[in-house]
């Protein structure tokens, strides 16, 4: 194992990188996942973890097993949003372990890595590049339907690293639906056709929003604007999320928002954006 | 000047660090900058870009010289929400001149330097880190009261870039109330202790929201997180800025939300914070 801890948090050896067999322990890892796909945004806030965390649950629920990966590596939040606070172990062939959170889904983040969470992880992108990469080579993954990767906003090293890495990975790019965080969309779908990643489709998260008192429909960031982004680019569009409160609460308290509100519009959309996806499987 | 434009945007000439004037050139441009603060977050979309461009108008409302610099590099949002669309121009020397709001403020981003706004800046850490120095030597700032710099959430390459050049910069670190931001900002606090950066204080953004409907007060990301958590790290809370949609549809329009909205609780709340930084130039 090539995670060693410091004062900071967790130090990715840097040699790893140049490891003789690593090209080739990359594709044992990936030879296991059917399917892999990296949830990205332009920009931050846009609720791309809270995406992620319920696409994840949504297909886990349908029976299929599923990997999430965080590459978020300063602001890596799916350990909190699952409740899941403990250490990794390793096994005996010394990789690590996923936290689980069910029987079906498994994730890993730098944040169950790290001894102090309060401790900020000062890292230039060649480190990055390292632990990402440990990420897939040096992790007990074993055979997964899907592999769901939360990546940290915007076009720097972390989804390149991923980009460049994880052949065949398909991107969902997520937003809202106020102008500027489209702006910065554009900027991910130029991104993808740039590095030649496959864009599957755009999710508008927050759209639109219902007053709990008067029940009046709120226009929080706007609306429409996601889909109207994905026509004009020719991409495929997902689904519409409206912005709900007990999203926030769920994801601050680590508690599945899918299984508290199983009737509510976002779990149905996310449910609908699973099916789609399980056709990739089934097909 | 060595910004050179390519395909996919702009590219920082990378033989830039090793100037050997470098340092000098470094030092000089700092040298006419009376104060320069930081506006950091741990997770993005919590507003830190309106916090940055609305207290650099509230500053240079105030009389001060200000500059605005945007080293976001892959979500360069500062010219949108300014309203700034031009490219920039070089002067007699071959210096960037910063695009001007106003009499008193001029900003300078990556945004503004590429020809097709969509394109994304696919950087790795290196490349970000000689475009910061140059933003810092290579842009004719002049003499300045202010120099605020907004800088992408988290701590990886672009703030420790800030850190690591700009000496006596000061953090100002914006967080909404709920819980997910707040693990990420103390992310924040120990980036800060760990490089040696004076933390100015804390703003708590979209704290609280009143249905424009019913005017009830609506708890959108919960509310006081932010001054519970500042007051814990023994850090100054700046104040509570509460959900403005106004704010959302003036950034994306590029419209000053302080002057189009000026007796709304923001833009006092923005004026207050102004005049205690305004006490450093006096004091």
């Not at 846009?46 to 299929?64: C, D, E, P, W």
């Not at 169950?112 to 897939?136: H, V």
């Not at 991107?171 to 496959?198: G, N």
Request: charged residues 25%; contains cysteine.
């Amino acid at each position: 194992m090539g995670f060693q801890q410091d004062g900071i948090g967790i130090v990715a050896r840097k040699d790893q990188v140049k490891k003789p067999d690593s090209d080739a322990a990359v594709k044992r890892s990936l030879g296991k996942i059917k399917n892999t796909f990296m949830v990205m945004s332009g920009k931050g806030g846009v609720g791309k973890t809270s995406v992620s965390v319920n696409l994840s649950i949504a297909l886990a629920n349908k029976g299929f097993k599923v990997g999430l990966m965080d590459v978020d590596i300063h602001g890596p939040d799916i350990p909190r949003m699952l409740g899941l606070s403990s250490m990794l172990d390793l096994d005996k062939d010394q990789k690590l372990v996923p936290a689980s959170y069910s029987e079906n889904l498994k994730a890993v983040s730098i944040e169950s890595l790290s001894i102090n969470k309060d401790d900020a992880i000062i890292w230039r992108g060649p480190m990055k590049y390292s632990a990402i990469r440990q990420f897939i080579t040096d992790v007990a993954w074993g055979e997964l339907d899907f592999l769901i990767i939360d990546s940290p906003p915007g076009t720097g090293d972390e989804p390149l690293t991923v980009a460049q890495i994880v052949t065949g990975a398909k991107a969902i790019i997520v937003t809202t639906p106020q102008e500027i965080s489209l702006a910065d969309v554009r900027k991910s779908i130029s991104f993808c056709r740039t590095v030649k990643m496959e864009i599957y489709g755009m999710i508008e998260n927050m759209s639109g929003f219902v007053c709990p008192h008067c029940h009046k429909e709120l226009d929080l960031f706007g609306m429409g604007g996601g889909e109207k982004t994905a026509r004009e680019a020719g991409i495929e569009f997902l689904g519409r999320i409206p912005f709900d409160r007990e999203m926030v609460s769920c994801g601050d308290a680590g508690i599945s928002f899918q299984e508290k509100h199983a009737d509510s519009v976002a779990t149905k959309v996310f449910g609908k954006i699973a099916d789609r996806m399980s056709s990739l499987i089934s097909g």
